[in-house]
């Protein structure tokens, strides 16, 4: 396996209506995957799909999901969109910080 087959891609609200697509794409691809969600989904699981249940306004629960992850795609959807919004920010600033840091 080459390097950028090993590279682990999160899709963060890979269980909504655009997220799905794309989880299905990469997953079809054999590449490595994980989806953050605020859910379960026992659909994606029964695929083969992991499923990393996720708290996107708790700090360190972010970072250990974080962990060893190359690439962040986000679908992420809210009702409130303001809170989505501020998820996202935190997600994003969390893996860049890591990354710099873990490399």
Do not use: W
């Not at 959807?77 to 840091?101: I, R, T, W």
Request: hydrophobic share 40%.
């Amino acid at each position: 396996m080459s390097n950028e087959e090993t590279k682990l891609v999160v899709v963060a609200g890979g269980t909504g209506g655009v997220g799905r697509y794309i989880v299905d794409g990469i997953h079809c691809s054999g590449k490595p995957l994980v989806v953050f969600s605020r859910k379960e989904s026992q659909e994606l699981a029964a695929k083969g799909v992991k499923v990393v249940v996720v708290d996107y306004k708790n700090k360190e629960s972010l970072l250990k999901a974080l962990k060893g992850v190359h690439t962040v795609i986000s679908t992420m959807e809210s009702e409130d969109d303001l809170d989505g919004v501020k998820a996202q920010q935190m997600m994003f600033k969390l893996f860049v910080e890591y990354n710099s840091v873990h490399g």
